[in-house]
């Protein structure tokens, strides 16, 4: 058995904290590698900002659907055996991830938390009804008020959901076992939420490359496919 197979069926508490590393396999780029959705690109802070849509909301608009939506893409075995721990085990996912893969994998949503929001809903800034990811890629203009269409995701310059963050602080407080996959931990407020962890709770990253962990912390260095197909649920 492996490390990290041991660690999760000797938990009882687990919490899964997930990034783009995540849904890499799933065909979905991640955002700082060297092939990444930021590689090559100017400014995509500035374009994924609250301030880009105001100000240019056609520079958003294009963006956004030229390149982040991934409609087509499938959970991989990461999503499968993480949402297979929520149903058997009640473990908890917070991920930083947008694209809906560990609903589609079958995490139940009181098991999820969508920590940055989901590119699949759609809202209008102007009436605030919703609109279908459809509608929104063939117009970002909401055909019932001609206002601008938005994703229901957290921008740059933008608060986190009080609800998101609130239940992650539970989750995280509660958790016997942290498990990091798929993230270079570098993005805050998220990377923060570790340090609510209760001092006995175990804490391991599963990612290609190494990333700064407490002292305490287990550096699984390895490829989280490899590491998730090697893990059943006991």
Do not use: W
């Not at 374009?47 to 963006?63: A, I, N, V």
């Not at 297979?84 to 609903?103: C, M």
């Not at 310059?157 to 570098?186: C, K, Q």
């Amino acid at each position: 058995m492996t490390q990290l197979n041991d660690l999760l069926n000797s938990a009882n508490h687990i919490v899964f904290m997930t990034g783009a590393g995540v849904s890499t396999a799933s065909g979905i780029p991640d955002y700082r590698s060297k092939n990444g959705l930021y590689s090559g690109m100017e400014a995509p802070e500035y374009l994924l900002s609250d301030e880009c849509l105001q100000r240019e909301p056609q520079k958003h608009y294009d963006f956004v659907t030229s390149s982040m939506l991934y409609p087509d893409a499938k959970p991989n075995v990461i999503h499968e055996k993480m949402a297979e721990f929520a149903q058997k085990k009640g473990a908890q996912i917070i991920t930083q991830n947008i694209d809906g893969l560990h609903t589609k994998a079958g995490t139940p949503a009181e098991n999820l938390v969508e920590f940055h929001g989901n590119l699949s809903r759609v809202y209008c800034q102007k009436c605030g009804k919703k609109a279908t990811l459809a509608e929104y890629q063939a117009d970002m203009h909401h055909q019932n008020c001609g206002g601008i269409l938005r994703t229901d995701i957290v921008l740059y310059g933008e608060p986190i959901n009080e609800d998101n963050l609130r239940r992650s602080l539970a989750a995280i407080a509660a958790a016997d076992l942290l498990v990091v996959v798929g993230t270079s931990f570098v993005v805050y407020p998220f990377a923060g939420l570790i340090s609510y962890r209760q001092p006995q709770a175990k804490l391991a990253a599963v990612n290609k490359q190494q990333i700064a962990l407490p002292e305490n912390g287990v550096m699984i260095q390895a490829d989280a496919v490899d590491e998730f197909q090697a893990v059943s649920v006991d």
